[in-house]
């Protein structure tokens, strides 16, 4: 008799759940799975995290990030990875504070087009969905290789 466990993974993923938040105008969302938690930047001991913006992150540097009331997404490590980022610390992603956090059904994501999947890879982006106020983009956190750098031990961003 199989274990519980390997029933669950055989069944198919039905939805992903999505935080969404803005970045210059455009909505984006990371999957919720690949997320440890989220605080309000004031309460972050930035002596036990790295901290990178989102702009930083996507690649667009800090002069464009623009962000009001900053949240603070911690990363879920890997599995294996331990403790994630540099030196044992928490990597933590600084975002506008989110809209919201939506279950997006799987027939609903839809492929980037040709023109943008060509660059993806330095992105992260894979999909994006249409919602109720618009289109969301998603991106895989762990894909992103400013993200990978830094959970590779890189350089600290952001900080």
Known sequence: MESTAVLEL???IKSIRLL???????????????????TDFGRVDVH????VTINELFGMGEESYNCSTPKVVFVKPLPGDGQSGVSGKRIGIVVETPEDIVDVPVENIRP???V?????HA???????????????????YK??????????GALVGN
């Open 116 to 120: 943008v999947r060509k660059h993806a």
């Open 20 to 38: 969404v938040f803005r970045m210059d105008g455009t909505a984006i969302g990371f999957d919720t799975d690949q997320m440890e938690g989220m």
């Open 10 to 12: 055989k069944r198919p």
């Open 144 to 153: 992103i290789p400013i993200y990978r750098a830094l959970r590779g031990g």
């Open 123 to 141: 992105t992260g982006f894979w999909g994006a969905a249409l919602l109720n106020n618009g289109m969301v983009f998603i991106a895989d956190i």
């Open 112 to 114: 980037l087009p040709p």
């Open 48 to 51: 036990e995290s790295c901290l």
